[in-house]
């Protein structure tokens, strides 16, 4: 049987779509590509939209029986579940973001610094000291484009997508030990609660991948919570070993750190620091 796959049609999201048949052993399989709500704002130059946008559209597919399966970036799906659809994470790579750069050269804070994130644009003002942060909007190739002709002097990227690409050895870039975005550098996948899934049982995954989804899901928690959202300016992390969860909440002129040995833990700590007006002075 013919597994139907509905993918954004950009080449990481394809690139994914073919990490996920490869790792699983699916040869028998048609990819449904969606150009997405996200998309085509992102085509537009917007970038202030909820990333929710590029998952969205993609489930209405899971959901008219259209697709079995959905792939995504799992650090562009909500926090809050999507009733009537089944998620897994799996197959990560690095969580790192990197900096970019046009030419061969030391970081310097007057640099043209292109991002679209907010949370990567306040990391790099409260960590980087950058002074002159632009909009970037546009797909990985666009961005790099965009990087290439001279419109910034460096940008940031997430390390997996461009290792999944196979151009990161291409680049001139430098690691940013920051804490990144919850899923940043794992997939996503989902089917319908309908569909007879068994990449989705959890007693099938194996135990790293389990981790995994332990791991993202107390991050998850913490997020919808705080009802913090793909836009907020916020870092997340959770240890596979022992799930202490820790991060970072970016205000405009400051930031707090993080910590908690469980979800409710990091949530008290958040309030207790008054993090909460810190994520919404931004809206």
């Given at each position: 049987?013919?597994?139907?796959?509905?993918?954004?049609?950009?080449?990481?999201?394809?690139?994914?779509?073919?990490?996920?048949?490869?790792?699983?052993?699916?040869?028998?399989?048609?990819?449904?590509?969606?150009?997405?709500?996200?998309d085509?704002?992102?085509?537009?130059?917007?970038?202030?939209?909820?990333?929710?946008?590029?998952?969205?559209?993609?489930?209405?597919?899971?959901?008219?029986?259209?697709?079995?399966?959905?792939?995504?970036?799992?650090?562009?799906?909500?926090?809050?579940?999507?009733k009537?659809?089944?998620?897994?994470?799996?197959?990560?790579?690095?969580?790192?973001?990197?900096?970019?750069?046009?030419?061969?050269?030391?970081?310097?804070?007057?640099?043209?610094?292109?991002?679209?994130?907010?949370?990567?644009?306040?990391?790099?003002?409260?960590?980087?000291?950058?002074?002159?942060?632009?909009?970037?909007?546009?797909?990985?190739?666009?961005?790099?484009?965009?990087?290439?002709?001279?419109?910034?002097?460096?940008?940031?990227?997430?390390?997996?997508?461009?290792?999944r690409?196979?151009?990161?050895?291409?680049?001139?870039?430098?690691d940013?030990?920051?804490?990144?975005?919850?899923?940043?550098?794992?997939?996503?996948?989902?089917?319908?609660?309908?569909?007879?899934?068994?990449?989705?049982?959890?007693?099938?995954?194996?135990?790293?991948?389990?981790?995994?989804?332990?791991?993202?899901?107390?991050?998850?928690?913490?997020?919808?919570?705080?009802?913090?959202?793909c836009?907020?300016?916020i870092?997340?992390?959770?240890?596979?070993d022992?799930?202490?969860?820790?991060g970072?909440?970016?205000?405009?002129?400051?930031y707090?750190c993080?910590?908690?040995?469980?979800?409710?833990?990091?949530?008290?700590?958040?309030?207790?620091?008054?993090?909460?007006?810190?994520?919404?002075?931004?809206?």
């Open positions: 049987m013919t597994i139907k796959i509905a993918s954004r049609s950009s080449k990481l999201a394809l690139a994914q779509v073919k990490e996920f048949v490869t790792e699983y052993q699916i040869s028998d399989y048609e990819i449904i590509k969606i150009k997405t709500e996200g085509k704002k992102s085509a537009r130059g917007e970038t202030l939209f909820d990333k929710a946008h590029f998952v969205s559209d993609i489930q209405k597919c899971l959901l008219n029986g259209q697709a079995d399966y959905a792939v995504h970036s799992a650090k562009d799906t909500p926090a809050k579940e999507t009537g659809i089944e998620r897994t994470f799996l197959l990560s790579k690095t969580t790192k973001d990197i900096l970019i750069f046009r030419e061969d050269a030391e970081y310097d804070k007057d640099m043209r610094l292109g991002t679209s994130s907010l949370r990567r644009k306040l990391q790099a003002k409260h960590h980087l000291g950058s002074k002159n942060i632009f909009d970037l909007s546009g797909n990985v190739d666009t961005r790099l484009e965009k990087l290439n002709r001279g419109d910034y002097d460096c940008i940031i990227l997430a390390k997996a997508g461009l290792e690409l196979k151009i990161l050895d291409e680049l001139k870039y430098r940013m030990n920051w804490i990144t975005s919850s899923g940043q550098g794992t997939l996503a996948l989902e089917a319908s609660t309908s569909c007879n899934a068994n990449f989705l049982n959890f007693d099938n995954l194996d135990e790293d991948t389990r981790r995994t989804n332990t791991s993202i899901s107390s991050e998850r928690i913490v997020l919808d919570e705080i009802n913090a959202t836009n907020s300016a870092s997340i992390k959770s240890n596979k022992n799930l202490v969860i820790s970072e909440i970016y205000g405009k002129d400051k707090i993080f910590s908690g040995s469980s979800s409710q833990d990091a949530i008290e700590n958040i309030k207790k620091q008054n993090g909460l007006i810190l994520l919404n002075e931004h809206n």
